[in-house]
């Protein structure tokens, strides 16, 4: 699945993904008031919103960046309307030729942990038919469980060609509490960004592997180092935008041939319209907006790379 990541990557021109995580106040009003009208001022009605937000932007991004990352706790939210929701998005996305990064950060043990690899990532056989739960392409996975976490979905990667990035220096602030912690005379992130090299050496895909890693872009030192503890693995990356990151700080995430990292923006491309930088669709478009910031973001990554 990696391999697939890149050919897009590479066709785009953009190692940008996008991340889908409404929130009502994103959403312009003649979107909530259609909705409501239809649905009713309630869970149905704001998934709805939902719905209508994420197709306008996915109608307006789909050909210029290679992946999008929907993160199920905005849909959520909203119980099962929600992810109705987030179901529908993931198969419209897929419709327009984008892969789909699955941000459900999920880490458990033992047949827990299956289950939700095989929901996210994987078939289930009932009767004579096999069906697929959201069928993500990726997910995201927390490690802290340990081997027991992680090991059922590298086995459902392996069989069904999907992926994961599992979560070693996340941009939070907070971060460092624990992952920050020195250990035998290292950071736990350095650890645990060793051990995502070796799990995915069983995942290999080409020059990467299907097992990548979770950096944020408010820690480019450290991104500097896991780059290098990490050589076969695919960096997620966010971070950048809203929360702080440049373009600038991102050189480091990538591999010399310009590969091995691809980042993610969500506010700052799904709630545009609201920003001060693109005043001129403050009206409400929605995919006008999106359309410009992940051009702006394109070119300044681009830039970074061509000045590293």
Known sequence: MISKLIDRIEKTSAPIVVGLDPKLNFVPD????????????????????????????IDNIYDLVPAVKPQIAMYEELGLPGLVTFKKTVDYCKEKGLLVIGDIKRGDIGSTSEAYAVGHLGSVKIGDKVFRGFDEDFATVNPYLGSDGVKPFISVCNTEDRGIFVLVKTSNPSSGEFQDRIIDGRPLYELVGEQVEKWGLDSMDGSY????????????????????????????????????????????????????????????????????????????????????????????????????
């Open 209 to 308: 592997s299907n097992v990548g890693a979770v950096v944020g872009a408010t820690y480019p030192e450290q991104g500097k180092v896991l780059r290098e503890i990490m050589p076969h693995a695919y960096i997620l990356v966010p971070g950048y935008g809203a929360q702080g990151g440049k373009g600038k700080d991102l050189v480091h995430f990538f591999n010399k041939d310009g590969l091995g990292a691809i980042v993610n923006s969500s506010r700052g491309i799904i709630a545009a319209w609201k920003s001060e930088n693109y005043q001129q669709f403050n009206d409400g478009k929605v995919g006008e907006a999106a359309r410009a910031a992940v051009l702006d973001m394109k070119k300044d990554i681009a830039d970074a790379l061509a000045n590293r």
């Open 30 to 57: 003649n979107i909530k008031k259609r909705c409501f009208e239809e649905k009713g001022e309630n869970l149905e009605g704001a998934a709805e919103a939902f719905w209508q937000f994420n197709k306008e932007i």
